[in-house]
């Protein structure tokens, strides 16, 4: 079992700033990448950002130059820093990390989802 634990969301005006951090804990041999979705009410889910155990990293067009992805392997968390946000950022964000267990399965879990708002 994998366990994911985000925090960092919250009621912010357009213009701030917000930072989201995802901690993984449990049955964990190694994390291949870790990012960060999001979705509004009435759309699809997207892709916001994502980073790779050697730190490539990519982004959805729409955030680009505003949020960065970033990973802490020691402690196998994920954050992404949330800057110059948008009304349009407006939705529920979800951590998503993919590895594999110690008995060499490949897992891939999603966070309980974390409520960002974007609103005068």
């Known amino acids: 079992q994998v366990q994911l634990v985000e925090s960092g969301g919250g009621l912010v005006q357009p213009g701030g700033s917000l930072r989201l951090s995802c901690a993984a804990s449990g049955s964990i041999f190694s994390i291949y990448a870790m990012g960060w979705y999001r979705q509004a009410p009435g759309k699809q889910r997207e892709l916001v950002a994502r980073?790779?155990?050697?730190?490539?990293?990519k982004y959805a067009d729409s955030v680009k130059g505003r949020f960065t992805i970033s990973r802490d392997n020691a402690k196998n968390t994920v954050y992404l820093q949330m800057d110059s946000l948008k009304p349009e950022d407006t939705a529920v964000y979800y951590c998503?990390?993919?590895?594999?267990?110690?008995?060499?399965?490949?897992?891939?879990?999603w966070g309980q989802g974390t409520q960002v708002t974007v609103s005068s």
């Open positions: 998503n990390v993919d590895g594999s267990h110690l008995d060499g399965r490949d897992f891939g879990s």
């Open positions: 980073i790779t155990s050697g730190g490539s990293t």
